[in-house]
């Protein structure tokens, strides 16, 4: 199939205005009604909220292949310029989104690795990690906006599209073959140049993110937790926006799949960060999608014609994926001494 931009920018303006409004409005609500008062969350609620997330990213995902179907299914010479009939198109397109959905849902558990790590090393209470991950979604929500219009006008080049594909392959190895470093926000230079350009209290002061004493602003280690957080997504942003353009040319599915992997990431922090250890094997299997995701963007799609089956690259990511879910569960943690 011929690669056209079903849904250009300049068109669909009106489309991402109104899904950054329908975002924000949850997360409104998210933080005004449901989290308006700090408290531990428990497994039955992120449980709940992880099964909201993905429902409202499921329905999306069917209105997204309804009204494809309903746009462009009358349109025989785009069906024609494409080879595919509606039907066809309309399910290219739901299939291109859940794909990317799960390439980002899957390496967002990278992330809460490093939550873990981060939330332990500053003492941060439980009842405050929400506060902190709701910011850091919103931060997170706006670089990612910075990264898929960046690269939507970078990867028109077929050589920065070869570029990232390798960047992906490679990165891809080094998860599966190097050994892994402990992660230490004191060296990170970020955090160092925070802390000089910034007053630190030593303990938490609530949920507060500065607080002012003396007549002088600090920032509190729930700040400096954000701080890290934050960057440690827009390094993680460099791995899987490219990863899902791989998937798709369609920024608006780019961008939709991203903002609803992101928006149920805290929900599935605080299901699984009790038994995040336990999946030992997953890096294998997140290891394999980048250097999969990488040829494809670098040879597999020029290899089948310009666009290599979106069925098979998701049986392909699910099965990777499940798969190291899978093992890191059967098998059993060999006991050293």
């Known amino acids: 199939m011929e690669s056209v931009v079903l849904f250009s920018f300049a068109e669909y303006w009106s489309f991402y205005a109104l899904f950054v409004l329908?975002?924000?409005?949850?997360?409104?609500?998210?933080?005004?009604?449901?989290?308006?008062?700090?408290?531990?969350?428990?497994?039955?609620?992120?449980?709940?909220?992880?099964?909201?997330?993905?429902?409202?990213?499921?329905?999306?995902n069917f209105l997204l292949y309804r009204y494809t179907f309903w746009k462009f299914g009358q349109d025989q010479q785009l069906l024609s310029q494409l080879g595919v009939g509606a039907e066809a198109l309309a399910r290219q397109?739901?299939?291109?989104?859940?794909?990317?959905?799960?390439?980002?849902?899957?390496?967002?558990?990278?992330?809460?690795?490093?939550?873990?790590?981060?939330?332990?090393?500053?003492?941060?209470?439980?009842?405050?990690?929400?506060?902190?991950?709701?910011?850091?979604?919103?931060?997170?929500l706006l670089f990612r906006v910075l990264f898929i219009a960046l690269g939507a006008v970078l990867l028109q080049y077929k050589w920065i599209v070869i570029f990232f594909g390798l960047f992906l392959v490679l990165t891809g190895l080094k998860i599966i073959f190097?050994?892994?470093?402990?992660?230490?926000?004191?060296?990170?230079?970020?955090?160092?140049?925070?802390?000089?350009?910034?007053?630190?209290?030593?303990?938490?002061?609530?949920?507060?993110?500065?607080?002012?004493?003396?007549?002088?602003?600090?920032?509190?280690?729930?700040?400096?937790?954000?701080?890290?957080?934050?960057?440690?997504?827009?390094?993680?942003?460099?791995?899987?926006?490219?990863?899902?353009?791989?998937?798709?040319?369609?920024?608006?599915?780019?961008?939709?799949s991203n903002v609803f992997a992101i928006l149920g990431l805290r929900a599935m922090y605080f299901m699984l960060a009790g038994s995040i250890h336990k999946f030992r094997y997953l890096k294998y299997g997140l290891g394999v999608v980048l250097v999969f995701v990488g040829l494809k963007m670098a040879w597999l799609n020029d290899l089948f014609g310009g666009k290599f089956p979106i069925t098979w690259s998701l049986i392909f990511i699910f099965a990777a994926i499940a798969l190291s879910i899978l093992v890191s569960f059967v098998k059993k943690e060999e006991k050293t001494g």
């Open 93 to 140: 397109v739901g299939l291109e989104f859940l794909t990317g959905f799960i390439v980002e849902k899957s390496l967002a558990i990278d992330n809460i690795f490093v939550f873990v790590v981060v939330f332990n090393y500053f003492a941060i209470p439980l009842k405050y990690q929400h506060r902190v991950l709701f910011f850091g979604i919103i931060g997170a």
């Open 22 to 60: 329908f975002v924000l409005l949850l997360l409104a609500i998210d933080l005004g009604v449901f989290h308006r008062d700090a408290h531990e969350v428990s497994f039955k609620e992120s449980f709940c909220w992880s099964v909201v997330w993905v429902a409202l990213a499921l329905l999306f």
């Open 178 to 256: 190097a050994p892994e470093k402990p992660i230490d926000p004191e060296k990170n230079p970020i955090i160092r140049l925070f802390k000089k350009l910034f007053r630190v209290t030593p303990e938490i002061e609530g949920q507060h993110l500065f607080v002012k004493k003396s007549g002088l602003w600090y920032a509190t280690p729930l700040m400096v937790a954000l701080v890290f957080i934050e960057v440690s997504d827009i390094i993680f942003a460099v791995d899987s926006v490219p990863a899902i353009f791989a998937i798709t040319k369609e920024p608006f599915i780019v961008f939709t």
